[in-house]
């Protein structure tokens, strides 16, 4: 029997049973469906993350207390005390004595405030930011009408702002909010600049849900005993692992680290927040893997009952072939190409409901929605395999039946 015919044969038992070769599938179509699903997801969220940090540009890293950044931890070294807070002051040391950078900005933030223009006011979820003039640069944000800040608007503590897009939604949905007054914390200030729509973050927030105002105008609202954040933007044409180095060694000298102590303070950047979550994910794949590899088990145990059934039923049939000249190698690949069949068609069910629910979730989270082809690949490969090791023994069995037994088989 040559393949075309024997691909035809498994085909046309599967289509004769249907139900059976639903419930034998369903271990596999669950493993398969379990790893393409949280494989695409995580993947998904890889590529959102890769787009959100590409926003701040390749050559900006961050000084901060804390190894958490929205709930990822960045950096590998134990918290075993309360941190200092960074000051404000750790910026200007910076700028002072770092001859690799260009750009250096602290910024302070106080979230859940509301804003209020005339009779209109915004929900109590405003970021509000205090900055200086490399914030918006440093931050990946752009001005799209007016300006942002000069040091001169720092050194005076003008009660200036600029808006994000959220704040321009709810509060100027008909006119130019440019020069207008609007209320922070009870507080005028004088819109200056509005900043160009960002878009959503990886991890739910909005990126234009913010105002900023000078970190000076902050602190005296919102008080300055608060740890700062220090954006720092890498020189063009230097090494950015030395720029790092070079602020490392400024902040541990004004923070008084003593040479070979562990340094007291966190530095990340686009490719440490990258990895950090890729190392996270590859443990919830393997998870996922192993998930998977349990319900694959199950399923190939199931493959191998049904084929044992199916050789039993096909008994009479097997004696036919043999008596008219069929090999045992003839018996022994159909039914494996049947068993493999089998395997691959629950494979296949379980990839379009892992792509489905997959699909489903980047819809609702607003993350891409990723495929990677290795998962495709292996999922078959796979599947094929399980098909190949639950179908030998049955095979096997049919193949060395006695053609004589076999025709008296009732």
């Avoid at 200092?84 to 002051?89: A, D, P, Q, S």
């Avoid at 979820?125 to 720092?154: C, Q, S």
């Avoid at 990839?351 to 891409?368: C, R």
Wanted: aromatic share 8%.
């Amino acid at each position: 029997m040559h393949l075309p015919e024997n691909i035809s044969v498994a085909l046309s038992q599967l289509k004769n049973n249907k139900m059976r070769s639903f419930l034998t599938t369903i271990g596999i179509t669950i493993g398969i469906a379990t790893v393409i699903f949280i494989v695409s997801v995580l993947e998904g969220y890889y590529l959102s993350i890769q787009s959100d940090m590409n926003r701040l540009g390749s050559n900006v890293f961050q000084v901060q207390r804390d190894e958490n950044f929205s709930g990822i931890r960045v950096g590998h070294s134990r918290r075993e005390k309360p941190r200092k807070k960074i000051k404000v002051e750790v910026a200007e040391a910076i700028r002072e004595n770092a001859t690799l950078v260009d750009d250096v900005g602290a910024e302070l933030w106080k979230r859940g405030r509301t804003i209020v223009y005339n009779d209109k006011k915004t929900n109590p979820n405003i970021t509000v930011g205090g900055g200086e003039p490399a914030f918006f640069i440093n931050n990946g944000y752009f001005i799209d009408d007016g300006r942002g800040f000069t040091w001169n608007d720092i050194q005076s503590s003008k009660k200036i702002t600029v808006l994000g897009m959220d704040i321009v939604d709810i509060l100027f949905p008909f006119e130019n909010p440019l020069n207008k007054i609007v209320k922070i914390n009870g507080i005028k200030f004088k819109v200056t600049g509005i900043i160009e729509r960002a878009g959503s973050s990886t991890f739910g927030d909005s990126n234009d849900n913010i105002v900023v105002i000078p970190i000076s105008t902050f602190m005296g609202l919102f008080g300055s005993n608060r740890s700062a954040n220090i954006t720092i933007r890498v020189k063009e044409g230097v090494d950015f692992e030395d720029a790092k180095s070079q602020v490392v060694g400024i902040v541990r000298k004004v923070r008084k680290v003593p040479p070979g102590e562990e340094k007291d303070f966190a530095i990340w950047s686009n490719d440490s927040l990258i990895d950090s979550f890729a190392g996270i994910a590859s443990k919830i794949q393997l998870v996922a893997i192993l998930l998977g590899l349990i319900s694959l088990l199950v399923g190939s145990i199931g493959v191998m009952n049904i084929m044992l059934v199916t050789v039993t039923e096909r008994t009479r049939e097997i004696g036919i072939r043999k008596a008219v000249g069929a090999k045992k190698a003839s018996i022994l690949f159909q039914f494996l190409n049947e068993s493999i069949m089998l395997s691959i068609l629950g494979g296949v069910v379980g990839m379009f409901f892992g792509i489905l629910f997959a699909w489903i979730v980047g819809v609702l989270l607003e993350t891409p929605f990723a495929i990677p082809l290795w998962a495709v690949i292996t999922s078959i490969a796979v599947t094929t395999l399980v098909g190949l090791f639950a179908g030998l023994y049955p095979a096997a069995k049919a193949a060395n039946m006695d053609p004589i037994d076999a025709l008296r088989y009732e």
